[in-house]
C-alpha cells in the first residue's frame, strides 16, 4: 500500500487546537501530531512509500527523516485535490495497487490498528470513521482503482454514499484524531507518540 498524507503549513493548520498551547507553540503542536502519526505508520506492516502533500515543504523537511516523500500541493487549493494530485503521482510508480489518504493528526497511532484496517479491507475501496462517526480518518483504493477522496465536512457519510465500505473493527488508534483539546485528552489517555508527548509535556493530562 502507498499513503498520502496531506499537511497544512504547521502554523495555520489545526485551527479549533488553538489555545491548547501558548500560541506560539501551536506550529510545534501540530508538527509533533504529524511526526508522531507518520513514526507508527513507518513502523506498520504492508506500507511501501508515504507521500506528504505539503503546503509548504520547508515547513516540514523534518518528516523526510521517517522515510517520506515531500511534494508540494497542487496549485488548485483544497484537501481533495491534494490527494488527488498525491494520487496521481503514486500510480505512477504503482498502477495496480492499493493507494490510502491518511490524516496527519493520529498522535496515539497504533501501527497493528493500520495493519488491521488494510487486512479488513481485503481488497475493497473502504474507510475508517473517527470516534464521532461522521468524518474519515483513513481512506483506501482498491487496488488500481480510484482514491475518489470525499474529505470535508460529513466525510464518513459522504464516503459511504460513495460506495466506500466503512470497515467496523475497534481501530481506537486509527479512529481517534485530534481536532480539538478535547480531541487531544482522549489522544494523551490512548498514549501518544513522543514528539506529542514532548510538545506537551504536563498538559498531555489522561482523561478521567
Known amino acids: ?16 487546537l488553538r489555545g491548547a498551547l501558548a500560541e506560539e507553540r501551536h506550529p510545534d503542536l501540530v508538527l509533533a501530531l504529524a511526526y508522531d502519526t507518520l513514526a507508527a505508520v513507518a513502523s506498520a506492516a504492508h506500507v511501501r512509500r508515504v507521500l506528504v502533500v505539503a503546503a509548504d515543504p520547508a515547513a516540514v523537511s523534518e518528516l523526510a ?20 494530485h498525491g494520487e496521481a503521482l503514486l500510480r505512477a510508480g504503482s498502477p495496480g495497487g492499493v493507494i490510502g489518504a491518511l490524516q496527519a493528526d493520529l498522535p ?36 488500481g482503482a480510484p482514491l475518489d ?18 470497515l467496523a473493527g475497534g481501530l481506537v488508534s486509527l479512529r481517534s ?17 513522543e514528539h506529542t508527548a514532548a510538545v506537551l509535556g504536563t498538559a498531555c493530562v489522561p482523561l478521567g
Open 149 to 166: 477522496p470525499r474529505f470535508g465536512v460529513g466525510s464518513a457519510g459522504l464516503h459511504t454514499r460513495s460506495g466506500a465500505t466503512p
Open 177 to 193: 484524531d485530534v481536532d480539538t483539546p478535547e480531541d487531544l485528552g482522549h489522544a494523551c489517555s490512548l498514549g501518544v507518540g
Open 108 to 143: 496515539a497511532l497504533r501501527p497493528g490498528d493500520l495493519a488491521t484496517a488494510l487486512g479488513e479491507a481485503a481488497g475493497r475501496r473502504a474507510f475508517v470513521a473517527d470516534r464521532q462517526g461522521t468524518g474519515t480518518t483513513l481512506l483506501l483504493s482498491a487496488p
Open 1 to 16: 500500500m502507498d499513503l498520502i498524507v496531506p499537511l497544512k503549513h504547521p502554523r495555520d493548520g489545526k485551527s479549533r
Open 65 to 84: 527523516a521517517l522515510g517520506a516523500e515531500i511534494v508540494p500541493e497542487p496549485e488548485v487549493p483544497g484537501l481533495n485535490e491534494a490527494l488527488r
